[in-house]
């Protein structure tokens, strides 16, 4: 499993939740990673991506200002801080990267198996 994502659960609304990626292979320290999430029913969608070295970060609209990616590359993990969670948020969770995934869009190559979310109402 080259990425593993975790930290998903169940939580009220309003209430918060931290996932993280752990990635095997250092080669992921060069890399973009991105959190993405499948609602039931509903299309994959893209909620935040953060470049090698943690500089810059991307939002979907939908969680500017609630979510934050960070990464750690010496304990070669990606988080994603979710505050002021809604139950529009509930999906599984997945962490995703490779050489060509950019901030915006590119093509992630890598994935992890999903973590669920729950936010009750």
């Known amino acids: ?21 752990v990635y095997s292979d250092d080669l992921f320290s060069r890399y973009t990673v991105g959190w993405f999430r499948q609602a039931p029913a ?14 810059t ?3 979907a609209d939908s969680v ?3 979510f934050t990616i960070s990464r750690d590359n010496a304990e ?3 988080y994603l801080q979710m505050n002021s969670l809604k139950p529009e ?11 060509k995934a950019r901030l915006v869009s590119g093509l992630y190559d890598y994935w992890g198996q ?8």
Do not use: H, M
Request: hydrophobic residues 35%; contains cysteine.
């Open 64 to 66: 500017k200002g609630r």
């Open 89 to 99: 948020d509930t999906a599984v969770y997945y962490c995703a990267s490779g050489p």
């Open 57 to 59: 970060a991307n939002y």
């Open 114 to 121: 999903g973590t669920l979310v729950t936010v009750s109402s």
């Open 76 to 78: 070669k993990s990606v």
């Open 42 to 55: 509903k299309e994959r969608e893209f909620v935040a991506s953060i470049i090698w070295n943690g500089i």
């Open 1 to 21: 499993v080259q990425l593993q994502a975790s930290g998903g659960g169940l939580v009220q609304a309003g209430g918060s939740l931290r996932l993280s990626c």
